[in-house]
C-alpha cells in the first residue's frame, strides 16, 4: 500500500526565514510526486511534479526536490502570503488508473 | 482558478437523504477524478473516470456511486447520509495519466 509522511505537521517562520519541509513516501513504483498547495477551505493548488531521483523544479521562493525515499519543499525568504497547508501525494505506476495517496500535509505560518 | 468547476458549494441536509454534486473538469481534460477530505482522514480518492468510463475506485462507500457524462461533466451520488460523511468533495481533472490533477473549490457538505 502507498504510503505518504509529511514533517513537520506544522511549522512556523518569521517572514525571510528561510526552511524544508519533508516529505517521505513508500510505493511500488513510482510514477510521479506532486506538491500541492491548500488555503483553507480551498481546493488544492497545483505547485510541481517530480518523476525521477535527483529531479529539481522551482518556482518563485519555492523549491522542490526528489530523492528514491523523500521529496524535500525548501521556501527560501518566506512571505505571509506563504502561509498556507502544503500537500505531497504520489502516484504509482498502477495498471490502470491514476489515483493520487496524499500526506497529511504541513501547516505553515509565516509572521512578519 | 484551476478551470474546472463544481457545484453547489455549500450542501446542508439530513441523515438518511440522498445529494448530487456536479463536476465540470477543464476544457480537453478526459479524467475525473473524485477526493474527499475531512479533518480526520486528510484527502482521500474515491473513484476516476477517464472518458466516461470508471478506471479506477479507491475506498468509496458503497452508497456512494458517480459517473461521467459524454460531455465529460461528472455526478457524485451521496445517499443513505450519516453523519460522517459531512466533509469538503473534490472534484479534479487531467489531461493524461501521470500529468497533474486540477482541483476544483469543493463541496462542503454537512449532514445533520
Known amino acids: 500500500e502507498d504510503q505518504v509522511t509529511q514533517s513537520p505537521e506544522a511549522l512556523r517562520l518569521q517572514e525571510g526565514e528561510s526552511s524544508s519541509l519533508n516529505c517521505s513516501y513508500t510505493v511500488s513504483g513510482l510514477r510521479g510526486l506532486f506538491w500541492y498547495r491548500q488555503d483553507p477551505g480551498k481546493g488544492p493548488e497545483f505547485l510541481f511534479t517530480l518523476y525521477s531521483a535527483g529531479e529539481e523544479k522551482e518556482k518563485e521562493r519555492l523549491k522542490a526536490t526528489l530523492t528514491k525515499k523523500e521529496s524535500f519543499l525548501h521556501i527560501t525568504a518566506p512571505k505571509p502570503e506563504d502561509s498556507a497547508t502544503y500537500l505531497c501525494?504520489?502516484?504509482?505506476?498502477?495498471?490502470?488508473?491514476?489515483?493520487?495517496?496524499f500526506g497529511e500535509g504541513t501547516q505553515l505560518t509565516v509572521n512578519p | 482558478d484551476s478551470g474546472v468547476t463544481q457545484t453547489p458549494k455549500h450542501l446542508i441536509t439530513a441523515t438518511g437523504q440522498r445529494v448530487t454534486l456536479r463536476c465540470s473538469p477543464r476544457s480537453g481534460d478526459l479524467s475525473v477524478y473524485w477526493y474527499q477530505q475531512s479533518l480526520d482522514q486528510g484527502l482521500q480518492f474515491l473513484i476516476q473516470y477517464y472518458n466516461g468510463e470508471e478506471r479506477a475506485k479507491g475506498n468509496i462507500l458503497e452508497r456512494f456511486s458517480a459517473q461521467q457524462f459524454p460531455d465529460l461533466h461528472s455526478e457524485l451520488n451521496l445517499s443513505s447520509l450519516e453523519l460522517g460523511d459531512s466533509a469538503l468533495y473534490f472534484c479534479?481533472?487531467?489531461?493524461?495519466?501521470?500529468?497533474?490533477?486540477?482541483f476544483g473549490p469543493g463541496t462542503r457538505l454537512l449532514v445533520l
Open positions: 479534479a481533472s487531467s489531461f493524461r495519466a501521470g500529468g497533474p490533477q486540477y
Open positions: 501525494a504520489v502516484q504509482a505506476k498502477e495498471t490502470s488508473g491514476s489515483r493520487l495517496t
